[in-house]
C-alpha cells in the first residue's frame, strides 16, 4: 500500500475518499480566480499543514505525505503529486506541523519528530561537534525529556507547533516546551539556538490548552486560574530577566533598543549601538536605483532583501534589474549547496529596470522615515513607514527565504531569462561548518567572509531594517488542542476528546480562560497595546473573561476566536488580513462580521486570514480577509500582481482589500467543511461529503448550538443582567418573587455555561469528525448533566411564573430598557402581540425547544447505522431521552401556566397563603363534583389537588374564592383506597392521613376514577416514581416520609420521620418533640416497638436523661441502658417503662457526697429481691435481700476494716439475730436493733478463746455494755458445740442456688421462655439466630475473626439427636464460641454472670470469710447454666451422667471423638463442662479470697521453703530421706553431660520442678491436675534410667522425692491452689489415678508446713 501511495499518479488512479477531501488554493495571485484545486488521494486526509512554500499532509493510517519547495533535499514537489515521508512509515503519526520552512510530526506515543532547516536550532537536534546541521533532510527523533525529575523523564508530547525559528511543543501534562532561537521562545536564557527543547518555565504550574506560533512571535490558549492566584510575574523574575543582556544583543535588541521582558524600554545610555543600526537601516539603496535583495518572483509582498543591504556585484550574470542571491548572506558570501538546478527554473521578479523605478516612486511618496529605504521589499510592517524604534527581530530573519518559496504560477509570466539566483535555506546564522564548506567551493566568486552571525551590531542594524521589509509568513496555525491519540488510527489535527481543554474532570471545554502571546511585537502582534518585544510569555489582558477557545497566528498578525464565535484580531493589517479598518492594531478588536455568521474555526496566513463560519443553512461557508482580486486589463497584469506582492501603501489601497471578511462563493461547491489552515500565501481546506445525511446532522446540531450559545448570551446580556443589577428590582418585584428571579437568573446561567462549553466542544467534534466516535458526543455521555441543568431551568422560570412575577418583570423591563426593546424583541422567536411587546414568558421558556432538536438530530444520526450496532443503540437511547425529557417540561410549563391563572382567577388573602413557588395545581372541584361523605346540608367544601397536598377548605363560594377554614393534607402522608360500591350507590374514596380519615364521594363515576388517577399520578411523583400513578390504592402503601403532629395524644407537635405504613407510623424513624424530647429507632402500628433511642429533657438540672435499648408498644421494655440526668446509669431490664428484672444502678458519678453501686434483682421499680449494694462513700456492701428498695430479709454486709456481719434486716436497718466477725477473728452472736447496734442476749468469742456471755447493749465501734459471764477455756476441756454452732459462719446467709435467679430469667426471656425450662427449643433456637443476624446487620465495624464467630453461630447446630463421644466435642466447641460472644444469649449469661460476681468478691467484698459463699455461687451458676445447656441440647445427660458411644458402624467408629480414647467411658458434669468456660473469667476474685483465707498457713510454708532451699541437692534429698539409687549422678547443660557434685544445686530432677511451676499459669481444677500427672511422668522418666523396667512406685519412694521437687518449684501460694482444687475438682476423679497424685501434692504441702526447722 505505501509503495503505491509513493506514485501520485497511482493516487489520482484510486477511488476518492468521501471523507478528508482536500482543497488548495493561494491567497493571492493569478491563480486564484481558478478556485481552489482538488488534491487527490486514495485516502482521507486528517491535517494539512501549511508552511511558507511547503506543506505536510496527514492521511488515514497514519501516512505523511509532503509538497512544495523541499529545499532540504533539492525537491519540488507539485501539490497535486506529494511525496510519501518512507521514514516516517509505521510510526502511527497523528499529527503534523509545519513551520517556516521546517517541519514536525507526532506520533501516537507522544514522540516528535522534526526536519527541515536547522539554522535556528529549530529542528531541535543536537549539535554534532563544533557545528550543527544546517539542515535536516530526514524526520530525526527530537527527545523532550524533563530533567527536573528524579530519574529524568521522557515527556508525552501531545501537539506541536512551528514558526520559522523556533518549535513549541505541548506535553501531555499541559505544560509548554521550546526550542530554536529567539525570544519567541520565552525561556530565560540568552544563549541561541537551543538545541535541546526546554521548558517554559514562566507557563509552569498552568493548564495550556493550545498553542500556536506567527514567524517570530508564540500565543498560548491558557486556563484561567481562580483571582486569588492570579499573577504573571514576580519582581524578582522580572529584575533578573532584565539585567540578563549578553553578547547576542539581538534577543533583547528590537531595532534600536533593549527591552526588558515585559517591553520596557531601556535608556540610550545603555543602547550605545542605537544609532549605527539606524543609520545603516537608510543605506540599502543601490546603484541601479533600487534595493537590493528583493528576490525573485515573491508571492504577494515578498521581497526580501539579502542580509547587508547591499547588492551583490559579483555575480556578474546578474542584470540589473534581477534580485541578488538571498543565498548570499550578509556579507555576500554564499550558502553551502546552490541549488542550481532549482534556480534554473526559476525567473527575477522584476523584469526590467523602469517597472521597478515606477514601483519604488509609488512606495516611497507614502513613506515617512523610510523613504530610502524603500522598495518592493516593502511589506505589511507598519516599522516601514513609521520609525525605525520599532520592535522587529531577535535573530536574523529567514524571511529572506520566502524568495525561495514562491510558486510556480507566479512566474509563469515573467521573461525567460535564466540569470542565475542563488537561492537560500535560510538567512538565520549560518554556521562556522557552513562557511566551511562555502570556502571549499571554487567556483563562487566571494570566500572567506564571515556568517551573518559573526557581524558586528552595524550589520545587524541592517539586517533588521531590511527584515522588517521584509515579507512575514506565517508558519502554521497553531494546533488547535491538545490530543488523545486514538489507538486504531490518528485523528486529524489534533481535535479529540483530549485536545479539547477539558475541564474540571467533567470532560467538557473550559472557557474561563486567557490568552499569553510572546516574542517580537514590531506589528502589535502581541496585543498588549505597544509594539515591543516580549522575552516571557505575557496574559493579554482585554481577552480574559472573553471566553476564547482557539488562537491562531499568521506572521505578523494573531487572531483569537470566542465560544460566541466572534474573532478577535491584532497585529498587522497591511493587506487587511485582521478583517477591519485599523492598521495597525496593538491591541485585541473584533473582526467586523456579517449579521448571522457565526465563526468556528480559523486560520492565519503570510498576510490574510481565513475563517470558517456558520451562515443562513447547515452547511459551514468561508470567509476570508486579506488581498481582494481586482479585475485589471491584461496589460496591468504584472503591475498589478507585483503591487498585490508587495502590498504597498498606496493611497488606494482599500481597494485591493476589504474592511471585512468577505465569503469565497466557491465554499458552497465543496462539500461540508470540517477545517481551514493557512501558510505562506496558500490556504487548504478539508471537507466531508454528506454520506446518508451524517455530515449534515452533525453539522446541524453543532451549528444549532453555537446559534443557541450566542441567543442565550444576548438574552442575558440585554435583559438578566440590567434587570439583576438594577437596584428597583426588590421593590418592584417583592422580597419572594426577587429571590425567584435571582434563583431564575442562577439557572439560566448554568444552562448558559453548559451550552457555551457543549457548543465549543461540538465545534472541536467537527475539526476530527473522521477520527470521533459518535457515542462520544457530549449529548450521550453527558446525558444526566443536560438533565439536570434543563430540569432545574424549567422549575425555575416555572416557580417565578406561578407566583406572578412576569407581570411585574415585564413593567420593570419596560422601564429599564428602554430603546433596547426592540432588540430584545428580535430575540423572542415566538408571534409578537399587536403592541410589539416582548413576551418575556415565551422569551424565557424558548431554550427548551432546544432538546426537541437534540432528539431529532440524535435520530438522524441513529438512521445511519444499523440496528444491531452499539452507536444505534446509544444515539436511539438518547434521542429517546431527550425527547421524553422535551414533553416532560412541557408538561411541566404547561402545569405552570395553569397554576398561575387558577391563582389568577382565585386571588385573594386567603388563597395568598396556599400560594407557594413549587406548588401546582393538578385538579380541583369548583364544580363541586366532590363532597365529604355526610356533609351538613348548607355547608360547602372544595377540595384542591395540588402536586404537593390535598387542600380541603370549607364554607367556599367557589365564585368568590372565599372560605372560612381550610385543611392542608400533605401528599407525602395521604394514603388513597377507592371502596367498593354497595348497595348505597355512593362513589366514594377514602382518604388516610396519620391523624384522621375521611371518605369523598363523587357525583359520577367517571368523577370518582379522575380523581382517583389524579391522586395517585401525584402521590406516585412526590414519591419518586415517574408519575405515571399506579394501580388505585397500592401506591406507597410503605413508604419513608416526614410529618407534624397537631392533634392531641403522644405525638402531639411532634416531627416525625421515617417509615410509614397505611397511615401508621412503622418501621425505623425519628421523632422530635416541641420540648426538646426525641426518639430515633423503631417503630411498629404507631407506637415506638424494638431497638431505640431516646432523649428526655431534665429542667430542672438542665440536662438530658438518655436511653438506648428495647421498647414495646411505646414503652420501654427489654433490656436497655438509662442515663439519669442526675448522673446515675441504669444498665438492665425493663418492664412497661418500669425497672423490672436483673439491674444495676451506678450513682455519685457526678455528686460526691455520695457514690454507690447496686446490682440485682428489681420489681416494679424498685429494689427487690437479692441484690449486692456497694456503698462506695462509707466503704460497706451490702449482700443480701431487698424488699422495695429497704433491706429486708438474710444478709452478709462487709466492711473496709474487715468487719464482716451477717444476719437478718428489717425496714432497711439490722434486726434480729445476727453474727458480727472483727478482722481479728473476734465474733459476736446476738440480737441486733439497729445498725451494728447489739440489744440482747448474745455471745462473744474473743480471738484467744475466751468467751464472754451474757446481756449486750451499745454500739459495736463505740463500745459495748455487758453483764453476763466470762470464761477461759480449760486445756482439756471439750468444744462447746452449742456456742461453736452459734459462731459458725454462713448460717444467715441467702443460699447460693437463690442468689442472681433474676441473671437466668432473662438469659431464660432472651430464649423466648417464660421461666426455667418452659417453652419450645425450636423457639430458642430461632431466636438465638436472630439475634445474632440482627447484631451482625447493625454492627458494621466488626473485625474478620468476630464476623467469621458470628457466622459459625448464625447456624443452628444440630441440637436434637442423641449425644454420644462422637458429637460431643461439636457441642463443647459450640459452647466455647457462644460464651466468647456478648451477643449471644449464653455469651451474655457469662458476661453478666462475671460482673456480679466481681461486684460482690472485688474490693471490700475480698474478705476471707466469704469464701465459702464465693465457691458455692461458682456452683451454683454451674448447675444454673448446665439446665440452660440441656434445654438447649436435650441429648445431655443429667449431671455426672455417662455418655455412650456412637452406634457401632464402619463409618462412624472413625469419627469417635478424640477426647476419649476407644473403650473408655465419659462422664458429663457441669463441673467439667461448663467450670472451663466460666472460671478463667471468675478466678482473680476468686483466688483471692483463697490466699486470704491460707495466708498464715502461706507464710509458715514459705519460710520453710526459703530456708529448705539453701541446700545443695544432695544435701536436701539426704535430709529428706530419698533413698541414694534415686538421686540423679549425671546433669545435661546445654545438651553436654556434667556429673553432678556434692555442691551442686537446682541440677536434679529439673523438668519435673519446671512443669510443676505451671500450676500457677493454669484456672481450672481439671488443668491443675493435668500440671500434676505431667510432673509425675516428667519424674518417672528421670529415674527410669537408674531402675529396673518394671519399677513401680510405692509411697515411701515416692513422697520424698515429690517433696523435693515441691520445694525445689517454690510455687507461691501453694496452699490456696491445694483449696481450689479440692473444693471445685470434678467428683468424678476423686478416686482415680489424679485423685492419689493430687494427695500426695497435698501430703507435700502439709509435710513442708510442719518440717522441722532445725
Same mark, same amino acid.
Given at each position: ?24 488554493w493561494q491567497s493571492a495571485g493569478p491563480s486564484a480566480h481558478r478556485g481552489p484545486e482538488r488534491v487527490l488521494l486514495s485516502r482521507p486526509v486528517l491535517q494539512a499543514a501549511l508552511g511558507e512554500h511547503h506543506g505536510l499532509l496527514l492521511t488515514q493510517g497514519g501516512l505523511v505525505y509532503s509538497f512544495g519547495e523541499l529545499l532540504w533535499r533539492d525537491l519540488s514537489v507539485p501539490v497535486s503529486a506529494p511525496v510519501l515521508e518512507v521514514s516516517l512509515l509505521g510510526r502511527m503519526v497523528v499529527r503534523v506541523a509545519a513551520g517556516g520552512f521546517h517541519c514536525g510530526a507526532l506520533s501516537e506515543q507522544g514522540n516528535v519528530y522534526m526536519w527541515g532547516e536547522n539554522t535556528a536550532g529549530q529542528c531541535g537536534l543536537s549539535e554534532r561537534g563544533t557545528t550543527a546541521n544546517i539542515t535536516v533532510s530526514e524526520p530525526c527523533p527530537v527527545s523532550v525529556v524533563d530533567n527536573d525529575v528524579v530519574p529524568p523523564a521522557v515527556v508525552r508530547v501531545v501537539d506541536l507547533a512551528l514558526g520559522r525559528e523556533h518549535s513549541l511543543a505541548l506535553s501531555a501534562q499541559n505544560e509548554l516546551w521550546a526550542w530554536g532561537s529567539g525570544c519567541q521562545l520565552g525561556l530565560v536564557t540568552s544563549t ?103 528576490? *525573485? ?22 542584470? &540589473? ?46 513613506? $515617512? ?54 537561492? %537560500? ?75 479539547? %481543554?477539558?475541564?474540571?474532570? +467533567? ?29 516571557? %510569555? ?10 476564547? =477557545? ?203 455555561? $453548559? =451550552? ?22 457530549? $449529548? ?177 363560594? *367557589? ?93 402531639? +407537635? ?19 418533640? %416541641? ?87 428489681? &420489681? ?34 462487709v466492711t473496709q476494716y474487715g468487719v464482716y456481719y451477717e444476719g437478718t434486716f428489717r425496714d432497711n436497718k439490722m434486726s434480729g439475730p445476727g453474727l458480727l466477725v472483727s478482722d481479728d477473728d473476734t465474733a459476736l452472736h446476738g440480737e441486733f436493733t439497729d445498725d451494728w447496734i447489739v440489744n440482747g442476749k448474745g455471745v462473744l468469742s474473743l480471738a484467744n478463746g475466751d468467751c464472754l456471755e451474757g446481756m449486750f447493749s451499745g454500739e459495736w465501734t463505740a463500745g459495748l455494755k455487758v453483764v453476763g459471764t466470762y470464761t477461759k477455756p480449760v486445756v482439756d476441756e471439750p468444744d462447746n458445740k452449742e456456742r461453736n454452732c452459734l459462731l459458725r459462719l454462713g448460717q444467715y446467709v441467702v443460699p447460693a442456688a437463690q442468689r442472681w435467679l433474676c441473671v437466668f430469667d432473662e438469659c431464660w426471656s432472651r430464649l423466648g421462655c417464660d421461666g426455667a425450662g418452659r417453652g419450645e427449643r425450636t423457639t430458642a433456637w430461632d431466636n438465638i439466630a436472630v439475634t445474632i443476624t440482627t447484631a451482625r446487620r447493625h454492627s458494621p465495624d466488626l473485625s474478620r475473626s468476630q464476623t467469621k464467630v458470628l457466622e459459625c453461630l448464625e447456624f443452628i447446630p444440630q441440637h436434637g439427636e442423641p449425644v454420644n ?255 481450689? =482444687? ?33
Open positions: 500500500m505505501e509503495n503505491r501511495e509513493e506514485g501520485p499518479a497511482d493516487e489520482r488512479a484510486a477511488t476518492p475518499p468521501e471523507r478528508g477531501l482536500l482543497h488548495i541561541f539556538p537551543v538545541w535541546r527543547p526546554q521548558k517554559v518555565e514562566h507557563l509552569a504550574g498552568r493548564h495550556v490548552i493550545q498553542v500556536a506560533c506567527g514567524a517570530y512571535h508564540s500565543l498560548a490558549l491558557v486556563r484561567s486560574l481562580p483571582p486569588q492566584n492570579y499573577n504573571t510575574q514576580t519582581p524578582s523574575e522580572k529584575r533578573e530577566r532584565g539585567h540578563s543582556v549578553t553578547e547576542r544583543e539581538e534577543l533583547f535588541a528590537v531595532d534600536g533598543g533593549h527591552y526588558c521582558p515585559l517591553g520596557v524600554e531601556l535608556t540610550e545610555a545603555m543602547t550605545g549601538e542605537t544609532s549605527p543600526r539606524r543609520r545603516g537601516a537608510r543605506r540599502s539603496l543601490q546603484p541601479g536605483g533600487r534595493s537590493a535583495g528583493s528576490s *525573485p518572483g515573491s508571492a504577494a509582498g515578498s521581497c526580501p532583501f539579502s542580509e547587508d543591504g547591499k547588492a551583490n556585484t559579483k555575480q556578474k550574470n546578474l542584470p &540589473v534589474g534581477t534580485d541578488s542571491d538571498p543565498l548570499t548572506q550578509t556579507d555576500g558570501s554564499p550558502t553551502s549547496r546552490p541549488l542550481s538546478g532549482w534556480r534554473s527554473k526559476k525567473n527575477s521578479a522584476f523584469p526590467d529596470e523602469t517597472e521597478l523605478q515606477n514601483l519604488l516612486q509609488k512606495l516611497s511618496s507614502h513613506s $515617512l522615515e523610510m523613504r530610502h529605504t524603500s522598495g518592493p521589499g516593502d511589506t505589511d510592517s507598519l516599522s516601514s513607514y513609521t520609525s525605525d524604534e520599532s520592535c522587529v527581530s531577535s535573530t536574523p530573519s529567514t524571511d529572506l527565504l520566502t524568495s525561495s518559496y514562491k510558486e510556480e504560477s507566479l512566474i509563469k509570466s515573467q521573461n525567460n531569462n535564466n540569470s542565475g539566483v542563488a537561492l %537560500p535555506y535560510s538567512s538565520s546564522p549560518v554556521c562556522l561548518e557552513d562557511v566551511r564548506l562555502c570556502l571549499e567551493a571554487e567556483n563562487k566568486a566571494l570566500q572567506g567572509q564571515k556568517s551573518s552571525s559573526l557581524t558586528n551590531i552595524n550589520q545587524k542594524g541592517i539586517v533588521a531594517a531590511n527584515r522588517r521589509l521584509s515579507l512575514p509568513g506565517t508558519p502554521t496555525r497553531g494546533s488547535p488542542r491538545r490530543r488523545r491519540p486514538c489507538a486504531c488510527r490518528p485523528s486529524s489535527a489534533g481535535w479529540t476528546p483530549a485536545a479539547a %481543554p477539558e475541564e474540571a474532570g +467533567d470532560g467538557l471545554p473550559c472557557l474561563e480562560t486567557e490568552v499569553w502571546s510572546w516574542g517580537r511585537g514590531s506589528e502589535g502582534q502581541l496585543g498588549h497595546g505597544d509594539q515591543l518585544a516580549r522575552l516571557q %510569555p505575557l496574559c493579554i489582558k482585554p481577552l480574559t473573561g472573553e471566553e476564547v =477557545i482557539q488562537v491562531a497566528a499568521g506572521s505578523h498578525h494573531s487572531l483569537a476566536i470566542t465560544a460566541h464565535c466572534q474573532v478577535y484580531s491584532w497585529g498587522s493589517n497591511m493587506c487587511g488580513q485582521l478583517g477591519h479598518v485599523n492598521s495597525p492594531v496593538t491591541v485585541p478588536q473584533q473582526a467586523k462580521l456579517s449579521d448571522g455568521l457565526r465563526v468556528w474555526d480559523l486560520s492565519a496566513g503570510q498576510s490574510h486570514s481565513l475563517l470558517l463560519a456558520d451562515g443562513d443553512c447547515v452547511q459551514p461557508v468561508l470567509l476570508y480577509c486579506g488581498q481582494q482580486q481586482e479585475s485589471v486589463s491584461s496589460a496591468q497584469s504584472e503591475r498589478s500582481t507585483q503591487s498585490r506582492k508587495s502590498c504597498q501603501r498606496s493611497p488606494n489601497r482599500a481597494e485591493s482589500y476589504t474592511v471585512r471578511p468577505a465569503l469565497l462563493p466557491f465554499c458552497i461547491e465543496m462539500g461540508y467543511i470540517s477545517s481551514v489552515s493557512s501558510g505562506g500565501q496558500s490556504c487548504a481546506l478539508l471537507a466531508d461529503q454528506n454520506v446518508m445525511g451524517f455530515i449534515s446532522a452533525i453539522h446541524e446540531l453543532a451549528s444549532r448550538e453555537r446559534q443557541f450559545y450566542c441567543w442565550l448570551s444576548r438574552v442575558r446580556k440585554l435583559l438578566l443582567t440590567p434587570l439583576r443589577t438594577r437596584e428597583s428590582v426588590s421593590p418592584s418585584l417583592g422580597e419572594s418573587c426577587t429571590h425567584l428571579f435571582f434563583s431564575l437568573c442562577e439557572s439560566f446561567g448554568r444552562l448558559s455555561v $453548559l =451550552i457555551g462549553r457543549h457548543s465549543t466542544s461540538l465545534s472541536y467534534f467537527l475539526h476530527d469528525v473522521q477520527g470521533r466516535d459518535v457515542t462520544s458526543l457530549p $449529548l450521550l455521555t453527558h446525558t444526566e448533566h443536560f438533565v439536570d441543568v434543563y430540569k432545574e431551568y424549567c422549575s425555575s422560570v416555572g416557580n417565578f411564573q406561578v407566583m406572578g412575577g412576569f407581570q411585574s418583570l415585564h413593567k420593570l423591563s419596560l422601564e429599564c430598557l428602554g430603546s433596547q426593546q426592540t432588540t430584545l424583541a428580535q430575540l423572542c422567536v415566538s408571534d409578537q402581540s399587536v403592541s410589539g411587546d416582548v413576551d418575556l414568558v415565551s422569551l424565557l421558556y424558548w431554550p427548551l425547544q432546544q432538546l426537541h432538536q437534540y432528539s431529532r438530530v440524535l435520530l438522524k444520526l441513529a438512521a445511519c447505522y444499523d440496528v444491531l450496532t452499539t452507536e444505534y443503540q446509544t444515539l436511539h437511547q438518547g434521542c429517546t431521552q431527550y425527547e421524553s425529557l422535551s414533553l416532560s417540561l412541557l408538561r411541566k410549563k404547561k402545569e405552570a401556566e395553569t397554576t398561575f391563572l387558577f391563582w389568577k382567577t382565585h386571588s385573594g388573602k386567603t388563597t395568598e397563603v396556599l400560594r407557594l413557588p413549587q406548588r401546582r395545581l393538578v385538579c380541583d372541584c369548583s364544580n363541586r363534583s366532590l363532597t365529604l361523605q355526610n356533609a351538613g346540608r348548607f355547608s360547602n367544601h372544595w377540595f384542591m389537588l395540588f402536586n404537593d397536598a390535598l387542600v380541603h377548605t370549607q364554607g367556599t363560594i *367557589p365564585s368568590q374564592s372565599l372560605f372560612s377554614t381550610h385543611h392542608i393534607y400533605p401528599l407525602t402522608c395521604l394514603w388513597v383506597k377507592p371502596v367498593t360500591e354497595d348497595s348505597s350507590g355512593l362513589y366514594a374514596i377514602k382518604i388516610t392521613c396519620p391523624e384522621e380519615s375521611f371518605t369523598l364521594v363523587a357525583t359520577t363515576p367517571q368523577e370518582k376514577n379522575k380523581w382517583l388517577r389524579s391522586i395517585n399520578q401525584a402521590l406516585d411523583q412526590v414519591l419518586g416514581g415517574g408519575g405515571q400513578g399506579s394501580s388505585p390504592g397500592v401506591t406507597g402503601i410503605s413508604r419513608t416520609a416526614s410529618y407534624q403532629f397537631t392533634g392531641e395524644g403522644r405525638f402531639k +407537635d411532634a416531627q416525625y420521620t421515617g417509615g410509614w405504613l397505611a397511615g401508621r407510623v412503622h418501621g425505623r424513624g425519628t421523632m422530635k418533640w %416541641p420540648d426538646g424530647r426525641t426518639y430515633s429507632g423503631n417503630f411498629k402500628n404507631g407506637l415506638e416497638d424494638g431497638y431505640g433511642e431516646c432523649l428526655i429533657p431534665n429542667k430542672v438540672l438542665n440536662k438530658p436523661d438518655s436511653y438506648q435499648g428495647h421498647w414495646r408498644d411505646g414503652k420501654i421494655h427489654g433490656f436497655g441502658k438509662y442515663k439519669y440526668a442526675s448522673g446515675e446509669v441504669y444498665e438492665g431490664c425493663f418492664s412497661d417503662g418500669q425497672r423490672h428484672g436483673y439491674g444495676m444502678l451506678s450513682s455519685g458519678k457526678l455528686a460526691k457526697k455520695s457514690s454507690s453501686v447496686f446490682i440485682g434483682h428489681w &420489681v416494679h421499680d424498685k429494689k427487690t429481691g437479692y441484690g449486692v449494694y456497694d456503698d462506695i462513700t462509707r466503704g460497706e456492701k451490702y449482700m443480701g435481700l431487698w424488699l422495695d428498695e429497704q433491706r429486708h430479709g438474710s444478709a452478709v454486709v463421644t462422637a458429637n460431643y466435642d461439636n457441642i463443647r466447641r459450640y459452647l466455647i464460641k457462644a460464651c466468647e460472644t456478648p451477643l449471644h444469649p449464653l455469651g451474655w449469661l457469662v458476661e453478666t454472670l462475671v460482673t456480679v460476681y466481681r461486684m460482690t468478691y472485688v474490693g471490700v467484698g475480698s474478705n476471707r470469710r466469704l469464701l465459702r459463699q464465693a465457691v458455692q455461687e461458682v456452683q451454683a451458676y454451674l448447675t444454673h447454666f448446665y439446665s440452660i445447656v440441656r434445654f438447649l441440647f436435650q441429648g445431655l445427660p443429667d449431671d455426672g451422667g455417662i455418655i455412650p458411644d456412637p452406634p457401632a458402624s464402619p463409618s462412624k467408629s472413625r469419627h469417635n471423638s478424640n477426647s476419649v480414647e476407644q473403650g473408655s467411658v465419659l462422664v458429663v458434669c457441669c463441673s467439667s463442662l461448663l467450670l472451663p468456660l466460666l472460671l478463667p473469667r471468675l478466678y482473680p476474685p476468686l483466688f483471692t479470697l483463697y490466699c486470704l483465707q491460707e495466708e498464715q498457713e502461706e507464710a509458715q510454708y514459705w519460710d520453710r521453703i526459703l530456708r529448705l532451699n539453701k541446700q545443695p541437692d544432695q544435701s536436701l534429698l539426704s535430709f529428706l530421706g530419698v533413698k541414694e539409687k534415686f538421686w540423679p549422678v549425671w546433669m545435661s547443660i546445654l545438651g553436654e553431660k556434667k556429673q553432678i557434685v556434692s555442691s551442686s544445686k537446682d541440677a536434679c530432677f529439673v523438668s519435673a520442678v519446671e512443669t510443676l511451676q505451671q500450676i500457677s499459669t493454669t484456672f481450672t481444677p481439671s488443668d491443675k491436675l493435668l500440671v500434676i500427672q505431667k510432673t509425675f511422668d516428667e519424674l518417672t522418666q528421670e529415674v527410669k534410667p537408674m531402675l529396673d523396667d518394671n519399677f513401680l512406685w510405692c509411697m515411701d519412694d515416692l513422697l520424698p522425692l515429690f517433696l523435693f521437687v515441691v520445694l525445689r518449684a517454690r510455687i507461691r501460694n501453694l496452699g490456696a491452689e491445694v483449696s481450689l =482444687i479440692e473444693d471445685l475438682m470434678d467428683p468424678n476423679v476423686q478416686h482415680g489415678e489424679l485423685g492419689l497424685m493430687f494427695t500426695t501434692l497435698k501430703a507435700c504441702y502439709i509435710q513442708i508446713q510442719q518440717e522441722s526447722i532445725t
